[in-house]
């Protein structure tokens, strides 16, 4: 019985130890096409348009509107889709799009717009033509320079790290409409063989195939 219930023993560890490996490997980032690791810096304007017929934002929550004095206040939720152009001017050429959200994360019940942004900046022409930045962090609307992370990314983009500097170019504190200069600062893998977007693409045919070519699995590579 002793010699049965070691071999059961041995025989559960050595499965598991199987099981831990099938999971998960080490590779190099070559095996993947990602040589070449490159800093980039992108600089663009970010329009938040809360008034008039072509508002980019939308209150979807505020539980304490109208029961403080400040004008957006502790816990309200913003949805935005906000144009990116490469100039302040509303006119300049569109260069993308911010989604996502911020939320307001301050209890003074003043002016002072204290938030926690977290969106993607999608890319809709030139170099990188279908490739998005993720970025989530503080922003305190009333420093001069605010500084934001950039938690990761897709298509040329893939693997990214880095951070933007968001510098106010005009604002109306009081209706809320902002125009932002954003200056990004970003590394990727600038060499990333099949798989890197193509600029000459149109902006809905991604030069890219959200990592299915990266699957082993015959069942997974179909999805």
């Given at each position: 019985?002793?010699?049965?219930?070691?071999?059961?023993?041995?025989?559960?560890?050595?499965?598991?130890?199987?099981?831990?490996?099938?999971?998960?490997?080490?590779?190099?980032?070559?095996?993947?096409?990602?040589?070449?690791?490159?800093?980039?810096?992108?600089?663009?304007?970010?329009?938040?348009?809360?008034?008039?017929?072509?508002?980019?934002?939308?209150?979807?929550?505020?539980?304490?509107?109208?029961?403080?004095?400040?004008?957006?206040?502790?816990?309200?939720?913003?949805?935005?889709?906000?144009?990116?152009?490469?100039?302040?001017?509303?006119?300049?050429?569109?260069?993308?799009?911010?989604?996502?959200?911020?939320?307001?994360?301050?209890?003074?019940?003043?002016?002072?717009?204290?938030?926690?942004?977290?969106?993607?900046?999608?890319?809709?022409s030139g170099k990188f033509n279908g490739s998005?930045?993720?970025?989530?962090?503080?922003?305190?609307?009333?420093?001069p320079v605010r500084e934001m992370p950039i938690?990761?990314?897709?298509?040329?983009?893939?693997?990214?790290?880095?951070?933007?500097?968001?510098?106010?170019?005009?604002?109306?504190?009081?209706?809320?409409?902002?125009?932002?200069?954003?200056?990004?600062?970003?590394?990727?893998?600038?060499?990333?063989?099949?798989?890197?977007?193509?600029?000459?693409?149109?902006?809905?045919?991604?030069?890219?195939?959200?990592?299915?070519?990266?699957?082993?699995?015959?069942?997974?590579?179909?999805?």
């Open positions: 019985m002793l010699i049965s219930k070691t071999f059961l023993i041995a025989v559960t560890l050595f499965a598991s130890v199987v099981a831990a490996v099938a999971y998960h490997e080490d590779i190099s980032p070559s095996s993947l096409g990602f040589v070449e690791e490159k800093l980039t810096h992108i600089r663009f304007f970010f329009h938040d348009v809360v008034t008039g017929p072509n508002a980019t934002i939308i209150i979807a929550l505020s539980p304490l509107m109208g029961k403080s004095k400040a004008p957006l206040p502790f816990g309200s939720l913003v949805m935005l889709e906000d144009p990116l152009t490469e100039g302040p001017e509303p006119d300049s050429k569109l260069i993308g799009k911010a989604q996502g959200f911020y939320t307001m994360v301050t209890q003074r019940e003043d002016i002072d717009l204290e938030l926690v942004m977290g969106m993607t900046i999608t890319f809709t998005t930045l993720s970025l989530f962090g503080r922003n305190y609307i009333f420093d938690v990761g990314g897709t298509g040329a983009f893939r693997f990214a790290r880095g951070f933007v500097r968001a510098k106010t170019y005009t604002v109306d504190y009081y209706k809320g409409d902002a125009i932002v200069e954003y200056n990004v600062y970003v590394f990727y893998y600038a060499n990333q063989g099949s798989v890197t977007s193509s600029s000459h693409h149109h902006h809905h045919q991604e030069g890219f195939s959200n990592g299915i070519e990266f699957m082993n699995d015959p069942l997974l590579s179909k999805i």
